[in-house]
């Protein structure tokens, strides 16, 4: 859905750079969600955010991973010191309340 | 895990065929929920389903929900090129944070 806003559409980071995806929701939706889809693959849960908090991160890696909904400003998924194996599209949706969502067009990071 | 297995991974019909994806779940669900992700694009949703034996429709879709709510499918009637795309279920994790994606179903509809 064109109101949830990601960029950079495309996103493409050496080897041990930081990958930083920015995430606009749906103006008023509170609830944003970020995906993880590989090539051929479904999507994989990451981490689930309200304004302010992370409220589930269980999807998430421990480490190099993190991700922030702030007060102002975009939802943020920061990957440090990216490895090949973190190519692939993620993606963000929100919703005014728990449940189904809207998705953005993705960000496709590629590793090189 | 609570898992949700779709089938089949792959489809090909002839234009005007009928298509049906089917998705299982181990557990009993609140509700399901279906997207579609055309080629290189992000998945849109089409449709939530939450009452025991529940079937929509969408035009040439329709969208059934299973007695048990354990499983689900979605068949399209006299498939168009426009159909074209990978078909997801998804399910909702018992705490409702998270949303457990079917592998899905990609659907090739030949001309």
């Known amino acids: 859905n064109a109101g949830v806003m990601q960029n950079p559409r495309h996103l493409v980071r050496r080897r041990g750079q930081e990958a930083r995806l920015r995430c606009s929701p749906v103006k008023g939706h509170s609830h944003v969600y970020w995906y993880r889809q590989l090539p051929e693959e479904g999507l994989k849960f990451m981490v689930y955010?309200?304004?302010?908090?992370?409220?589930?991160e269980s999807g998430m890696p421990k480490e190099r991973f993190s991700a922030e909904f702030p007060k102002e400003g975009p939802s943020i998924l920061r990957i440090q010191q990216v490895v090949r194996g973190d190519s692939a599209a993620y993606f963000c949706a929100s919703s005014p309340v728990q449940g189904w969502a809207f998705f953005g067009q993705g960000t496709r990071l590629t590793v090189v | 895990g609570q898992q949700v297995m779709q089938i089949p991974q792959y489809q090909h019909v002839q234009e005007g065929e009928d298509f049906t994806t089917y998705c299982n779940s181990s557990t009993t669900l609140s509700n399901i929920q279906w997207y579609k992700q055309r080629p290189g694009g992000h998945p849109v949703f089409l449709i939530q389903l939450v009452k025991s034996g529940e079937v929509k429709k969408q035009k040439r879709l329709t969208f059934q929900f299973g007695e048990a709510k354990k499983n689900s499918s979605l068949h399209i009637t006299a498939t168009q090129t426009t159909d074209v795309g990978t078909y997801f279920c998804?399910?909702?994790?018992?705490?409702?944070?998270?949303?457990?994606f079917g592998t899905g179903t990609s659907l090739t509809v030949i001309p």
């Open positions: 955010l309200q304004k302010e908090n992370i409220i589930d």
């Open positions: 998804a399910a909702p994790s018992n705490t409702g944070n998270q949303f457990y």
